[in-house]
């Protein structure tokens, strides 16, 4: 089992930076990977967006985040890292820290998830 908890959350302008930290603790760390999830206002659970991840080497980003958004991951302190800068309008809502798997070119969340950090962007 392995606990995660977000933090770093709040209120931005639009056109402003948060970073998000997320710590992983507990006895399961057979995962490959961490990511982040955006749950958009409105937006089912199931709904969520995989906004970026991270396995090694490899890292990849959804689309709407490319060039402002970075992830990055201390192992050290199992804790992984999001940077989003230029925020928009449209990046409100809950991130959600996320373990998974990586393998043939695809990111496998698990069925753990933090308790999620609240984003605003103001206009």
């Known amino acids: 089992q392995v606990d995660l908890v977000e933090s770093g959350g709040g209120l931005v302008q639009a056109g402003g930076s948060l970073r998000l930290s997320c710590v992983a603790s507990g006895s399961d760390f057979s995962f490959n990977g961490m990511g982040w999830y955006h749950q958009a206002p409105g937006k089912k659970r199931d709904e969520r967006e995989l906004?970026?991840?991270?396995?090694?080497?490899?890292?990849d980003y959804g689309d709407a985040v490319k060039g402002r958004f970075t992830i990055w991951k201390d192992n050290a302190k199992m804790m992984v890292f999001l940077q989003m800068n230029s925020l928009k309008r449209e990046d409100t809502g809950v991130y959600y820290c996320n373990t998974g798997d990586y393998r043939e070119g695809i990111y496998f969340p698990r069925a753990t998830w933090g308790q999620g950090a609240q984003v605003i962007v103001s206009s």
């Open positions: 906004v970026a991840f991270i396995s090694g080497a490899t890292i």
